[in-house]
């Protein structure tokens, strides 16, 4: 088993390279949804119509399912994005791939697709504890993050 294992620095890096990935493919359906809104409010507004009380509540209401929707929609993205690139043949995303580094379980074998997606579901919480999940892969033995803790996966160098 391969125990070249990943610190916390090269995986950073490997995030800042998908982030950038993910923000550019995001914006293609963040800018027109949320565009189509803003539109829609610009011309209610310029249209000079007063507005009751009851429109302005409808439009801000409008403004803010739509985002929701759109930040629920990222987010399922983003964790099938991960999933399904950890669980392919490179065993890992394109910012992995980049810095030869692969997602293994605790065995050293390739992760199916459900093992990969109860790790990026993880990282929900390695996030929400003020990223201290992500951080703990610079202090352990394995390298591993809180995430790679409770799914039992390592990241490494080929």
Not at 3 to 9: I, L, P, S, V
Not at 17 to 22: E, G, L, Q, V
Not at 102 to 110: C, F, H, L, W
Not at 113 to 133: E, P, Q
């Amino acid at each position: 088993m391969n125990t070249n294992y990943a610190g916390f620095w090269m995986r950073f890096l490997a995030w800042i390279i998908d982030y950038i990935i993910i923000y550019v493919a995001q914006a293609f359906i963040v800018v027109p949804v949320l565009g189509v809104v803003g539109f829609n409010f610009a011309n209610k507004i310029a249209s000079g119509q007063d507005m009751a009380e009851g429109d302005a509540i409808a439009m801000v209401m409008t403004a803010v399912a739509a985002a929701s929707a759109v930040a629920l929609l990222v987010i399922v993205l983003q964790i099938l994005y991960y999933s399904l690139m950890e669980a392919s043949k490179y065993q890992g995303t394109v910012g992995k791939i980049a810095l030869g580094l692969i997602v293994t379980d605790a065995n050293g074998a390739k992760l199916d697709f459900t093992k990969a997606l109860v790790r990026n579901l993880c990282k929900i919480i390695s996030g929400i504890i003020l990223g201290i999940g992500y951080i703990m892969a610079g202090f352990t033995d394995k390298k591993q993050a809180l995430h790679d803790m409770i799914a039992s996966t390592l990241v490494v160098k080929k």
